[in-house]
C-alpha cells in the first residue's frame, strides 16, 4: 500500500520544470489508507498502469493544462525538457507532482506502476483535436 511521504529536500529544492507537491489531505488507520490528491481545478482523472520497460509521452506537452500525477504502486523516471533546460526525476509510490503547461515530459517505467493522473483542462478539445503537442 502506498505511503505518503515528502521526496528528498535535495529534489525538491532542484527540481524546476515540474513542482513536487503534498496530496491536500491524507489519513491512515487500521482499515488502509485515503490520500486526497486534489480537491479544485480538475477537469479530467486517468488511472494508468504500465509495464516495467514501457515508455509513455514521448516528449509532449500540453499547451492548456497542467498534469499532476500520484504514484500509486511502482517507480519510474520523469524526463522534463523546456527549452534549453532538461531534468529529471525518478518517482515512487506515495510520491505526487504537477508537470505545468508547455513542458514537454516523457516517463520511463522503471517497474510495473499504476499512477493516477489529474488534468487541470480537458485533453481533448471541443473542436475533436487533442491538447497533445510533440
Known sequence: MPSSKNPPTEMRDTMKLLEIIEPDFSFADERGL???IAHKDVAQVNAVFTKKGAVRGNLHYHKQAAETFYILTGKVRVTLVLG???????FAA?????????????????????????YSARVELPDGTKDIYT
Open 34 to 36: 485515503l490520500v486526497q
Open 84 to 90: 534549453d533546460e532538461r531534468e529529471e526525476a525518478v
Open 94 to 118: 506515495g510520491d505526487a507532482f504537477r508537470i505545468p503547461p508547455n513542458v514537454k515530459h516523457t516517463f520511463d517505467y522503471l517497474e510495473d506502476t499504476y499512477l493516477v493522473g489529474l
